[in-house]
T-cell receptor
Framework: DTGVSQNPRHKITKRGQNVTFRCDPISEHNRLYWYRQTLGQGPEFLTYFQNEAQLEKSRLLSDRFSAERPKGSFSTLEIQRTEQGDSAMYLC??????????????????FGEGSWLTVV | AQSVAQPEDQVNVAEGNPLTVKCTYSVSGNPYLFWYVQYPNRGLQFLLKYITGDNLVKGSYGFEAEFNKSQTSFHLKKPSALVSDSALYFCAVRDLSGGSYIPTFGRGTSLIVHP
């Protein structure tokens, strides 16, 4: 169990280019979340998957953003035609369905180290 | 709707002194409450959570938090602060009645522990 893994950790791109981030959740977790964090702010929810189904999307997720989780395991977040306002850290997190109060039980989401995006 | 407020942008404390980082929440039903810590350029690390049971919850690195339903608060505490505790702290809430599995996070509080 290596925790939530995100790649790349840092990405610098020119305005107008497309970028894709990958997230590998904790292996037994079937819920996966994407959040965005800008300086001085807390994480803001973007989208949520249970297995391969995308169940919720925030209004923050414009048409330029798309997320997939094709086999219910890893997920990708793609941003098309990037804008300078997209510069942020993109956080992936996962959780399990199980209940209980154990460390890896449901209800708690565990974050990856984040992917920093800088749009120049 | 669920929301959480962290009223202090920054908390300063001397090493060895007790620390408190404040959090208040708003939910329609019963809350799940969480604290996370974030070090520079890193993701969020889970510290502790309240779901049911004892109002005093103990977590990682000597931190604890007290759930107070009447005051809708979930303050983070530690009896003796360390310089290495200096970081950003985030409170989060999930409303059990809403049917959503998505926590809402506060804006964060920067904890600075002075040697």
């Amino acid at each position: 169990d290596t925790g939530v893994s995100q790649n790349p950790r840092h990405k610098i791109t020119k305005r107008g280019q497309n970028v894709t981030f990958r997230c590998d959740p904790i292996s037994e977790h079937n819920r996966l979340y994407w959040y965005r964090q800008t300086l001085g702010q807390g994480p803001e929810f973007l989208t949520y998957f249970q297995n391969e189904a995308q169940l919720e999307k925030s209004r923050l997720l414009s048409d330029r953003f798309s997320a997939e989780r094709p086999k219910g395991s890893f997920s990708t977040l793609e941003i098309q035609r990037t804008e300078q306002g997209d510069s942020a850290m993109y956080l992936c997190a996962s959780s399990s369905v199980g209940t209980g109060n154990t460390f890896r039980s449901g209800n708690t989401i565990y974050f990856g180290e984040g992917s920093w995006l800088t749009v120049v | 709707a669920q929301s959480v407020a962290q009223p202090e942008d920054q908390v300063n404390v001397a090493e060895g002194n007790p620390l408190t980082v404040k959090c208040t929440y708003s939910v329609s039903g019963n809350p799940y409450l969480f604290w996370y810590v974030q070090y520079p350029n890193r993701g969020l690390q889970f510290l502790l959570k309240y779901i049911t049971g004892d109002n005093l919850v103990k977590g990682s690195y000597g931190f604890e938090a007290e759930f107070n339903k009447s005051q809708t608060s979930f303050h983070l505490k530690k009896p003796s602060a360390l310089v290495s505790d200096s970081a950003l702290y985030f409170c989060a809430v999930r409303d059990l009645s809403g049917g959503s599995y998505i926590p809402t996070f506060g804006r964060g509080t920067s904890l600075i522990v002075h040697p």
